[in-house]
């Protein structure tokens, strides 16, 4: 051996021996404790892959897809596509005037069921405002309000005049960029809720001053824009369809059905609207592009807590994610199992969602009450993961539809018979596709004939007859039992 060999031996040799047996027990325990932690830490990262594996197995099976580019709706030519008209409209919208004037027509909006007439509802839309404190009484007159109206609805012709117009377009189409996240192009929201509620307010006007046909016409404008919350497809526009879905049904069509001089034709018209409208679809799609998006936020972000935690906070424009750095390699294993367990939350919804009505209605309500916590690291899933109330959300758009479907074409039957019928099954096939049940429990609808109108209800969400109550037993409690109801004078 040469001689500087020895000498480094030996000074190995000697630092060895100048440990002490408790140091060398130490410093082998520390080394057992790394290399186990190294094969525990790959053993949980080989784990955690296979239910995130599971989950997409189960989507690819579907022909479905993680990438919300390849979600976007096929492109539509532009002769036949709405969007350019609505976005032109949603430009020229003037929601806001006075306050006394927002106020009077709030609060007209508030008495809307309650009053006959026309000058009824002024006298009532103002008693309302002053007992919530709202506006000072002293000096305002129906006339007032008369004119606040009449001022809301005339800064708003030339917007409604190009929805008019957009609505007889077959296709709506924005020019939304699927390629980022968030999106970008997507419809006005506020915009659009607003256009509802002005051809509402317009319906609600004509109607109580007897003008019943130009009522219904305004009434069917309503119906006809629901084909702008079709797209973008996630759940943020899907809800705002179902924000149209009650100002279609609730607010413009329920108060109609007893409104005068509306003729056969402008019934049928708006009927067959109605017909034409499908929201389960537009809801499935909405999932399948939720899930996509919060999977883009998810891989966007990862490796940066921070950020993901701003998205349990409701903020979808968190910090730009940080470069690739060891740190997101640590925290992998943790996104990864977090990746799974938001797929398998997304596919039970959507598996729920797919069976009938009143049997997702159900499951939606026995999972969420089965739900277990999600643990507290899966910092996604328990931010993005969505509530079952959308699947319920769901369901109530779709036993409103019915319910104006079936009140609409009782209406028909009366023109065309003079009588409203004694059963529902006589509408099928030729007025209604199929006899109407109750997508709340899988049933016939509730109807009777009463008088000279008719009562006609669903069960409603907790699924129990009520026997047409629509009213709570105790207002000031929530969740609270009750019927959809649909009621005719005449």
């Known amino acids: 051996m040469a001689p500087a060999q020895a000498s480094d031996s030996g000074e190995v040799a000697s630092a060895r021996s100048r440990l002490k047996p408790w140091q060398r027990t130490v410093l082998i325990f520390i080394l057992v404790v790394l290399v186990l932690g190294a094969a525990g830490y790959l053993l949980y990262d080989i784990a955690v892959v296979r239910p995130l594996r599971r989950e997409l197995a189960w989507i690819e099976a579907r022909g479905e897809s993680l990438r919300l580019e390849d979600l976007a709706p096929d492109p539509v030519p532009a002769d036949e596509n709405a969007a350019p008209l609505y976005e032109r409209a949603f430009a020229l919208l003037q929601a806001s005037g006075s306050d006394t004037e927002n106020v009077l027509v709030e609060a007209l909006n508030a008495v809307q069921d309650e009053a006959e007439t026309w000058d009824e509802a002024l006298r009532d839309a103002l008693a309302y405002a002053s007992e919530e404190g709202a506006v000072n009484p002293d000096g305002l007159t129906e006339e007032d309000a008369r004119q606040a109206v009449e001022r809301r609805l005339a800064r708003n012709r030339a917007a409604m005049e190009l929805i008019r117009q957009a609505n007889e377009e077959p296709l709506c189409r924005f020019d939304v960029d699927y390629g980022q996240i968030p999106v970008s192009g997507e419809a006005d929201h506020e915009s659009l809720v607003e256009s509802m509620r002005l051809f509402a307010l317009e319906s609600r006007t004509l109607r109580r001053k007897g003008d019943g046909d130009g009522a219904a016409e305004a009434g069917h404008q309503v119906i006809l824009l629901e084909k702008a919350t079709r797209e973008p497809a996630w759940m943020s526009s899907c809800m705002t369809g179902s924000l149209f879905v009650a100002v279609a049904t609730d607010t413009c069509w329920r108060p109609l059905i007893d409104a005068p001089q509306v003729t056969f034709a402008t019934w049928r018209r ?13 809801f499935l799609a909405a999932l399948q592009g939720e899930r996509a998006m919060m999977m883009g936020y998810i891989d966007k972000y990862a490796g940066n807590p921070k950020a993901l935690g701003a998205l349990t906070q409701g903020r979808y424009s968190p910090p730009p994610p940080p470069p690739p750095s060891a740190w997101q390699r640590v925290w992998h294993p943790r996104l990864t199992m977090d990746r799974a367990l938001y797929l398998w939350h997304m596919r039970e919804m959507i598996e729920i969602g797919e069976r009938p009505p009143w049997k997702a209605l159900t499951g939606a309500v026995d999972a969420q009450n089965t739900r277990r ?6 910092i996604a899933t328990r931010a993005l993961a969505p509530s079952y109330r959308f699947i319920t959300v769901c369901v109530e758009d779709e036993t409103r539809l019915a319910l104006a479907r079936v009140a609409l074409a009782l209406k028909l039957h009366k023109h065309a ?8 099954d006589v509408f099928a096939p030729d007025v209604l596709k199929e006899v109407p049940i109750d997508p709340c429990r899988g049933k016939p609808f509730v109807y009777r004939r009463e008088g000279d109108g008719f009562l006609l209800y669903s069960f409603g969400l907790d699924q129990a007859d009520d026997d047409g109550n629509e009213v709570p037993p105790d207002p000031s409690k929530e969740n609270q039992g009750v019927d959809l109801v649909w009621r005719a004078q005449r």
């Open 417 to 424: 018979h003079g009588a409203y019928p004694a059963a529902l």
């Open 270 to 282: 708006c009927l067959d609207a109605l017909n034409a409208i499908d929201r389960r679809p537009v």
């Open 373 to 378: 916590s999600d643990p507290k690291w899966a």
